[in-house]
Every structure is written in structure tokens, then in C-alpha cells.
């Protein structure tokens, strides 16, 4: 496994801190409103990430936050007249469904924020009592210039960053480009803590939730490229401060999705929503996959059609083989090996462990969809269309598409068999019949 590495700016051979045991943290949605597609690459992608450490045998620990207090969440209850916590509940479900919607796993780690406060206030107590720290009036600020190669993850000389923050002129700080900390505050939902009644700054959440989940620096800590500055680099100068790593082995970022060249964004408001993908949700997952994960992926309809259409081929070759294994009683057989379909299966694996190159994979992929419609037309190639569909559904599986289908009852099998009587007895009317709700069906194609 080699992967490219953002701190490093190179890629890397991977090596777990514990062997055979990968630890990963992506950072997590603001739950105050539905996300975008363009939220949903790194849903999927780190989704494929630890799909394939799974199955190159690694157990993983995988942990992303759901970020349930913020100005925007203050701002939108208000709007909508709801509590914060009514709020951050409604969109918290929302967001699981989404997942799941995307073909992506639930089942993980989803720290909330608010259920972290004393772990992350103890963080913050770390942080000023290390001398990197300091409190203003009640609110706590990391002092950047005490940290000699702050910027070292974005590659930003101190001189030349911004945080982009309203609060760049606060005569509180020290330097404009301390960050905040805790932030002492009269509105919202707040915690007692040593410097006031407030809550805790964005940067500092992850990190101590990281500390507290983990209890050490992990294998590989993931989220969009627009996290890299400010968010991801002040989560690494603060474990920097507190435990002098980089919090993290390597550093993964996915690319922005574009649509004619801008970033989707809520503040663009060229946004697409999950819940609003009217297209089958893996033709989707397909599309994203299709472009390498640190490139922009560029949407548009006839892109993203594109991939549903090819979805629909796939889909319809796995179903044909699937039935025609299933109608002898030969799904749960094991496979033979065949030279050309392992060829295809290492090239995917390869593929998949060089910075999980999907572009690649999917060529592979669709390698042995192509023996698989070749051998679905041949009569007694059961054998091979067996090894060449479970290396076909090996490679869904890593990918996460999924294709829901029932093993076939005993009035299917008749029907199947009344179908192929009727041909070879050139009742061409009953056969026409029973291939229409063969059809249906989805045992025939």
C-alpha cells in the first residue's frame, strides 16, 4: 500500500502503527443543514478507503465527528425557530441517511461534539499550560508565533496566511492569526469552563476528540482539501503543542466537486442536494469514483448520466450471472482459477493500493464485466462466469456498489425451465410470455 501523504507532499509506503490495525479519523459534517454532493466525495471516498484495508486483512478503526454546535447552527435555529438541539437532531438523521443513501457505512465512530466538551476543555488546559496557549477576557488563543514551522501541512509561510475570520483584527490576540480555542460567549448553547461560560473553537473539537477516541497519533487522518488551512494545520500545531507529533502519519484530502469551475459550496449556493439525486445513488458513487480522488471531480448532467448509464450495464451483467449461477445451484460453489481473471483481480488490488487510483481499478473492473457478457452467451461456461462473478462481486464490495437481489424460489425455477421448454419446443407465444416476467424479474436481461 503506497499513499500520498499532503504533509510529505509525496507518496508513501503505508506502515500502521500497529501492525495489522489502521486508525483513521475524517472529519465530519456541521449539522445545520442536508448535504451536498460535493460533501458526499469524502463520504464515499473514505468510505472506499477503509473498505479496502478491510480487505487486505487490516482491522480498522474508523471515526468521524458530527460537529452539533456552531454559529451557523445558532444562526439556522433561529431562522427556523427550533432549538439548537432540535436542530443538530433533525440534520444528524439526515446526514445517516444520506450515508446510506450513498452506499456508505453507519457503522462507525460519530462522536457529537457536545459529548465531548470535558475532553476537549481538558485539551485546551493542556495547550495553555504548555505555553502555547493564552486567555483573553475569557476567550483562549493558540499563539502561532510560538510554533516554529507553523503552516509546515499547508506550506504557507506565517507571513503570508489569513485566517479568513471576522475576528483577524481582534485586539484580544496577540497576533491576528491566533486562533481560537474557547470562545466566551452570551448566545447559544454554552459550557462552564476555567476562562468563562462559552464553547470550544473549531479547531480545537477534532483534535481533542482524536486525543480522547484514540488516546495517541493515528495512521491517517482524512477530510476535503479545503480543510488542509486553517482547520487541518491548527489541529496539527496544537498536537504539536501538547504532544510533539504531527497528530497524524499521513495527511489525505480529496478534491473539490466543481460544477462549471466553482466549488460547490453552501455560501456559492450552487448546491445539489443528496436527498435530491433522482438517479440510481450508486450510478452516482460510480461517477465519483470514476476520477482520481486528490483531482476535482467536475459535475455536470451529462457526466453524471454517463456513469448511471454504465451503472445500468454493470448492474445488469452482475443480475445475469448472479441468476444463471443461481438457477444450477452453483452460487456458494468455489471458484477455479483462471489466469486471465487473476491477471484482471491483481491489477485491481495494485490499482487500489497506489493511493486508491479508482480510475484504474474501474478498468480492471470492467475487464472481467466484459468476460463475464462473453461468457454469459456461451452454453456450459458455468465455471468461469463463477470465478469472473466473484471477482466481480469482490471488487463491488471494495468499492461499496451494491446490487440487491433474492436467490431465486422454486416457482422462479420452474418458470425458467417452462421458458426454455417452450423454446425448444417453438411455442414462441409461451416463450415470449415467460421471458416477459422473466424479465421482470430481472432473471433475464
Known amino acids: 500500500m503506497r499513499i500520498y501523504n499532503t504533509l510529505s507532499r509525496q507518496t508513501e509506503p503505508f506502515k500502521s502503527i500497529h501492525p495489522g490495525i489502521v486508525n483513521i479519523y475524517v472529519c465530519g459534517p456541521t449539522v445545520y443543514n442536508f448535504i451536498h454532493i460535493g460533501n458526499a466525495r469524502p463520504v464515499i471516498f473514505f468510505d472506499v478507503v477503509r473498505r479496502t484495508f478491510e480487505y487486505l486483512g487490516y482491522s480498522v478503526k474508523f471515526v468521524s465527528n458530527l460537529t452539533d454546535i456552531d454559529d451557523k447552527i445558532i444562526t439556522r435555529a433561529k431562522e427556523l425557530e427550533v432549538s439548537e438541539q432540535e436542530l443538530t437532531q433533525t440534520f444528524i438523521r439526515a446526514f445517516l441517511n444520506d450515508v446510506e ?111 480522547d477516541t484514540f488516546g495517541e497519533k493515528i495512521d491517517i487522518h482524512g477530510g476535503g482539501s479545503d480543510l488542509i488551512f486553517p482547520h487541518h494545520e491548527n489541529e496539527m500545531a496544537q498536537a504539536q503543542a501538547v504532544s510533539n507529533h504531527h497528530l497524524a502519519n499521513i495527511w489525505m484530502h480529496n478534491g473539490h466537486l466543481q460544477i462549471e469551475d466553482e466549488k460547490m459550496s453552501k455560501s456559492s449556493g450552487n448546491m445539489i442536494f443528496v436527498k435530491d439525486i433522482d438517479v440510481d445513488p450508486m450510478g452516482f458513487r460510480l461517477f465519483t469514483l470514476g476520477t482520481y480522488y486528490r483531482a476535482p471531480l467536475m459535475y455536470s448532467e451529462d457526466a453524471l448520466s454517463t456513469y448511471v448509464n454504465e451503472w445500468d450495464r454493470l448492474k445488469r451483467t452482475y443480475s445475469q450471472a448472479f441468476y444463471a449461477l443461481d438457477l444450477i445451484e452453483y452460487l456458494d460453489e468455489k471458484p477455479k482459477t483462471y489466469p486471465e481473471i487473476e491477471i484482471l483481480h491483481d491489477q485491481f488490488i495494485d490499482a487500489m493500493s497506489d493511493d486508491f487510483n479508482t480510475p484504474n481499478a474501474l478498468t480492471s473492473m470492467y475487464a472481467v464485466v466484459k468476460i463475464l457478457n462473453q461468457k454469459l452467451r456461451e452454453d456450459d461456461a458455468f465455471e468461469m462466469i463463477l470465478a469472473a462473478y466473484k471477482n466481480l462481486d469482490t471488487m463491488f464490495s471494495i468499492l461499496g456498489l451494491k446490487v440487491s437481489l433474492k436467490r431465486l424460489t422454486k416457482d422462479d425455477r420452474n418458470m425458467y425451465h417452462a421458458w426454455k421448454d417452450a423454446r425448444k419446443n417453438k411455442d414462441y407465444e409461451t416463450a415470449d410470455r415467460l421471458r416477459e416476467k422473466l424479465t421482470e424479474r430481472g432473471i433475464l436481461a
Open 101 to 211: 443513501k450513498l452506499g456508505s457505512s453507519t457503522k462507525y465512530d460519530s462522536p457529537k461534539v457536545t459529548d465531548h466538551i470535558d475532553p476537549i476543555i481538558r485539551y485546551i488546559e493542556k495547550c495553555v499550560s504548555s505555553g502555547f496557549a493564552y486567555e483573553a477576557d475569557g476567550d483562549v488563543y493558540f499563539d502561532v508565533s510560538k510554533l516554529k514551522d507553523y503552516g509546515i501541512l499547508s506550506q504557507r509561510h506565517l507571513s503570508e496566511q489569513t485566517q479568513g475570520e471576522k475576528s483577524l483584527n481582534n485586539d484580544k490576540k496577540k497576533n491576528p492569526l491566533d486562533f481560537t480555542l474557547w470562545k466566551k460567549t452570551e448566545e447559544g448553547i454554552k459550557f462552564k469552563a476555567p476562562w468563562s461560560e462559552g464553547r470550544p473553537g473549531w479547531h480545537t473539537e477534532c483534535v481533542a476528540i482524536i486525543e
